[in-house]
Every structure is written in structure tokens, then in C-alpha cells.
């Protein structure tokens, strides 16, 4: 008897190679470590759900949790033979990635978890941190305020005022660009007070000092940049006027507009070899004559500072 052969045909894209990358990062197993179940869950682990359902997202540019299913669906063979494990439909439901979301939730074990994919991608990578770039951003929307919800009204950077938003701050290895350390919180709160503990991630994550931290102008308050100091760290961020005022600010630029003053050019690189001038500058130490600092060790610090 001549044996029926089954055919089947699906879509395989960029799936195999999206899955390898995600296998190779170790994400999976470091999920499945830091996000224990309940021991009722059944069908794929935490992890692979996770990792299938990024594998969507990167494909499809697709977060929606309703699409999943029958895209998992369409390609079961593909999955099947990419992970090793019996892929089902419906470990893609939406139910199910609800559940994963609820457990990433959990603060506590987000931060051990990025801590030690942090650590795993610089090894994986071979990376040699330098800089650390952090800044925040809001997202706005027509969303329900609601006491204890991430949705705030706040000062809004996109003029909107009149809509609740939810602001994300960012740590990022630079100029890669791979984010180290996300933080989300209530759109109300301010941004200067979310450095400190970007910073303190980031140390307990690369485990190396002498980095450069590179932010804009909100980073500049005395408490951070004391704190980045003692830590054996740099910053480098442009001082506001709170920091320095347009009277101490016209004292130092008065020797440049006479002509009295050096000035260093500061190039940027171009492609062959090429330098672009784009600022030209001198560097000034300046001398504290007040510490606001609440904290005994800021305060010592800035007494050290002090000309």
C-alpha cells in the first residue's frame, strides 16, 4: 500500500532566526527563573509563552494580545520545530498572555530578572560599557484616572494637560542603545527623582564604575550628581538656570566675547575620516558656596567639592 503523504504548508518569515537570537540571549530560562507559576499552569512554561509572544511583536510589529492566537495557529510546525516543545494554540490565547503579563508585573522580580539579562547580554555581546545614556518620556492617552493607576494627570511635555499620561524612564548602554534599566510610574510624578535609582540598577546590573552617565538637564540637581560622584562615576548634562543662573552664566562668558579666553573645538566624527566642528568651549571648575543636600553622605560630598 503506497502511504498518504501530508503536506503542509506555512509561512516561516524571519521566525527561525528571531527565535535563535531569543534562545541565545537566554530569555526563556531567566523568564521561567524569576517568574515561578502556580503549579495549576499547564502547556508551554511562562517563558516560552513570553518568548513566542515577543517573537510576534518583532514580526508582525503587532502588540496586540487578540492576534496572537491565530497567528501561533498558522504556524504550529514552525514553532514546533523551532522550540523542541509540542506548540499549541491556544498556550497563545489571550487569557493566557494576560497572564504573563500580570506576573512581568511584579516589580520585585522585573528587576532581579533584568539584572541578570543585562548581565547575560554583555556577556553574550562581548560589550565594554563606557556611557549610560538615561532620560524619560510620557505617554498620554484617553485612559480612566483612578487613585492607585499608572495614569496621572501631570505636566505634560506633549501640551496635552488635559490627558492622563504615564511616564517611563530609560537607561541605556550608549551609543548601542540597548536598554539596561525601564522604570514605569504615574504620569505625575517628576523626572529629577527618578535618576537616582536608574543609576542604582544600572551599577548593580554592569557591576563597573567609572561610567559616564549622560542626561539632559533634569539630571543636573546637586543630590544626583553627587550621587553619581561618590559612586566613582561621571555625568556629563547641561546645568539649567536653577543651576546656573543667566548673571554667573554672563561672568563666564564674558571673556570669550572679549577675546580673552581659549576656546577647545569640539568635533564630531563623519564617515572617511571626515571631522565636523560643531562647538567650541573651555572648561571651568566651579566653586559650591551651599549645600542643600539632605543626606549626610551628599553633603559630605559636596563638602569636598567645595573650593
Known amino acids: 500500500m503506497t502511504e498518504a503523504l501530508a503536506v503542509i504548508n506555512e509561512r516561516v ?131 480612566q484616572v483612578t487613585p492607585e493607576g499608572l495614569f496621572q494627570f501631570g505636566h505634560s511635555k506633549a501640551r496635552r494637560p488635559d490627558l492622563p499620561q504615564v511616564k517611563v524612564m530609560l537607561a541605556t548602554l550608549d551609543p548601542l542603545g540597548l536598554p539596561l534599566a525601564t522604570a514605569v510610574v504615574p504620569g505625575q510624578r517628576a523626572d529629577d527623582r527618578l535618576y537616582l535609582p536608574a ?11 567609572g561610567l559616564l552617565y549622560v542626561g539632559d538637564c533634569k539630571m543636573a540637581a546637586l543630590e544626583t550628581r553627587a550621587f553619581v560622584h561618590t559612586g566613582g562615576d561621571y555625568y556629563l548634562c547641561p546645568l539649567p538656570e536653577r543651576q546656573l543662573p543667566p548673571e554667573q552664566l554672563a561672568v563666564y562668558l564674558a571673556p570669550v566675547w572679549a577675546g580673552a579666553q581659549a576656546l577647545t573645538p569640539v568635533y564630531r566624527e563623519r564617515g572617511e575620516g571626515q571631522r565636523e566642528l560643531i562647538a567650541e568651549g573651555y572648561e571651568r571648575e566651579p566653586t559650591f558656596r551651599r549645600c542643600h543636600c539632605r543626606n549626610e553622605v551628599f553633603s559630605s560630598t559636596c563638602a569636598r567639592l567645595r573650593g
Open 13 to 143: 518569515d524571519d521566525l527561525p532566526v528571531l527565535l535563535a537570537q531569543l534562545g541565545r540571549l537566554g530569555v526563556q530560562p531567566l523568564l521561567d527563573a524569576h517568574f515561578p507559576t502556580h503549579g495549576n499552569w499547564q502547556g508551554l512554561s511562562l517563558g516560552w509563552v513570553a518568548v513566542i509572544w515577543l517573537t510576534h511583536i518583532l514580526s508582525q510589529a503587532d502588540h496586540r494580545l487578540s492576534q496572537v492566537q491565530p497567528w501561533a495557529e498558522r504556524r504550529l510546525e514552525t514553532l514546533r520545530s523551532c522550540t523542541g516543545y509540542p506548540v499549541r494554540a491556544l498556550d497563545c490565547s489571550d487569557d493566557r498572555l494576560g497572564e504573563v503579563l500580570r506576573a512581568l508585573s511584579d516589580d520585585t522580580q522585573w528587576a532581579a530578572f533584568e539584572e541578570a539579562l543585562s548581565q547575560h547580554l554583555v556577556r553574550v555581546y562581548d560589550l565594554s560599557p563606557e556611557q549610560v545614556r538615561l532620560d524619560s518620556t510620557s505617554a498620554s492617552g484617553y485612559w
Open 199 to 209: 543609576v542604582t540598577r544600572v551599577r548593580k546590573q554592569l557591576r563597573r564604575r
